[in-house]
Nanobody, 115 residues
Framework: QVRLVESGGGLVQPGGSLRLSCLASGFTFEHYWMYWFRQAPGKGLEWVSKISDRGYSIHYADFVKTRFTISRDNMKNTLYLQMNDLKPEDSALYYC????????RGQGTQVTVSS
C-alpha cells in the first residue's frame, strides 16, 4: 500500500525558510519521479516541483524558481523541499505525490507565511 507522509510545515514570517520532508513507503521509491503540489484555501491543486527517479532531472513552477529546492534521498525513501524567502502567497497545504496529477498524495503539511 502506497503511503506518503509529509512533515516540516509550520508558521513562518515572510522571508523565512522551511524544509518539508515526505517519507514514502509501499512502493519502490527509487524507481519513481516524485512531485510536490500545494493547495491554498479555495484554490485548486497546484504543481510546485518534480524530480526524476535518481534526482538528475529537476523542474520547478515559475513562481518558486530560485527560492525552492527539491531533493531526494533514495536510501531513506524521503523527498524534500527546501523553501527559502517565503512569501504570504506561498501559504498552502503542501503535498508530495508519486504521480504527475497528484492523485496519489499524502495528507499534506500546512505552511503558513505571515507576520
Amino acid at each position: 500500500q502506497v503511503r506518503l507522509v509529509e512533515s516540516g510545515g509550520g508558521l513562518v514570517q515572510p522571508g523565512g525558510s522551511l524544509r518539508l520532508s515526505c517519507l514514502a513507503s509501499g512502493f519502490t521509491f527509487e524507481h519513481y519521479w516524485m512531485y510536490w503540489f500545494r493547495q491554498a484555501p479555495g484554490k485548486g491543486l497546484e504543481w510546485v516541483s518534480k524530480i526524476s527517479d535518481r534526482g538528475y532531472s529537476i523542474h520547478y513552477a515559475d513562481f518558486v524558481k530560485t527560492r525552492f529546492t527539491i531533493s531526494r534521498d533514495n536510501m531513506k525513501n524521503t523527498l524534500y523541499l527546501q523553501m527559502n524567502d517565503l512569501k504570504p502567497e506561498d501559504s498552502a497545504l503542501y503535498y508530495c505525490a508519486k504521480d504527475i496529477n497528484g492523485e496519489q498524495r499524502g495528507q499534506g503539511t500546512q505552511v503558513t507565511v505571515s507576520s
